[in-house]
């Protein structure tokens, strides 16, 4: 187990934490929650937001006298809202949210790894957390995670292995992307967690392809129907000439007049692409 004291800084500089921490390994600042959100986030707060949340039928996960797991609670507080949209664009993230945790006992969410960059702010009660690098997580596992693939993102800690923090109210932790974490409060605590998503290549990449294709209308041709009546010797030659028409499609769309048009699209509507 690593010391804490190996990933401890005692302030956040932006231009510090992207040189060396961004996606590189975890970051701790004691008491520097409140001036990384530029507020505080009450029982009230939540309690509200709560509230909100049932009324909109929002993604709320209880266990009864142990958890309450707000998901995207800022869309459920206009502030927080606000302050989401301005991390999203500081990050060029696409949509950045809040989630929020409130134990009512010595609780937690279980381990797992998020295809996100996340920002724990502490800010009420202690919760110990334990983090694990992405080396000991299967490539085939994270590739299914940022292809948002179901059933992926619980995993067990290695043993032995990782980082300890004991966080307080007014902390910060940053997790980064894929790695292993697990949260235990001690008692009742509250905290607030800033989620930016990665963006997968698929998602840079097969959106635009698609528009691109229709833009040049490629691939508008209509294939033959398989329908019950061709004899056996018809089917296999319209099944062959569906497999050329595909391959002759892929062909086409990884040339040099396809692939620009995708890239200028790319250009034009990735965040982050122009300050």
């Known amino acids: 187990m690593n010391?804490?004291?190996?990933?401890?800084?005692?302030?956040?500089?932006?231009?510090m934490f992207f040189a060396e921490y961004w996606r590189r390994k975890p970051l701790f600042v004691r008491g520097g929650a409140e001036g990384f959100l530029g507020r505080r986030w009450t029982d009230e707060d939540f309690d509200n937001a709560y509230r909100v949340a049932e009324a909109k039928g929002a993604s709320i996960k209880e266990r009864a006298g142990e958890v309450t797991f707000i998901e995207n609670v800022s869309a459920c507080d206009p502030d927080l809202t606000r302050r989401a949209v301005e991390?999203?664009?500081r990050f060029a993230s696409p949509r950045a949210w809040f989630d929020s945790v409130r134990t009512y006992s010595s609780s937690g969410i279980g381990a797992h790894f998020d295809h996100s960059d996340n920002f724990v702010l502490q800010q009420g009660g202690v919760k110990e957390w334990t983090l694990a690098s992405p080396t000991n997580i299967e490539q085939q596992v994270i590739a299914r995670r940022m292809l948002n693939l179901p059933d992926v993102g619980g995993h067990e800690l290695p043993d032995g292995e990782g980082v300890r923090f004991v966080v307080e109210p007014g902390d910060l932790?940053?997790?980064?992307?894929?790695?292993?974490?697990h949260g235990i409060s001690e008692a009742a605590s509250l905290s607030l967690s800033l989620v930016c998503p990665a963006v997968s290549l698929y998602s840079a990449v097969v959106p635009f392809l698609s528009h691109a294709i229709k833009e040049r209308e490629i691939g508008h041709e209509p294939i033959t129907a398989l329908h019950e009546y061709l004899s056996p010797e018809e089917r296999s030659a319209a099944v062959a000439q569906i497999r050329q028409a595909t391959a002759d499609l892929l062909n086409r769309i990884s040339d040099?007049?396809?692939?620009?048009?995708?890239?200028?699209?790319?250009?034009?509507?990735?965040p982050g692409v122009r300050v």
Do not use: C
């Open 3 to 15: 010391s804490v004291s190996e990933f401890e800084e005692s302030t956040y500089e932006p231009e």
């Open 173 to 181: 932790l940053y997790i980064p992307l894929f790695w292993l974490h």
């Open 87 to 89: 991390f999203s664009r």
């Open 256 to 270: 040099d007049d396809v692939v620009g048009l995708v890239q200028s699209l790319q250009l034009k509507r990735l």
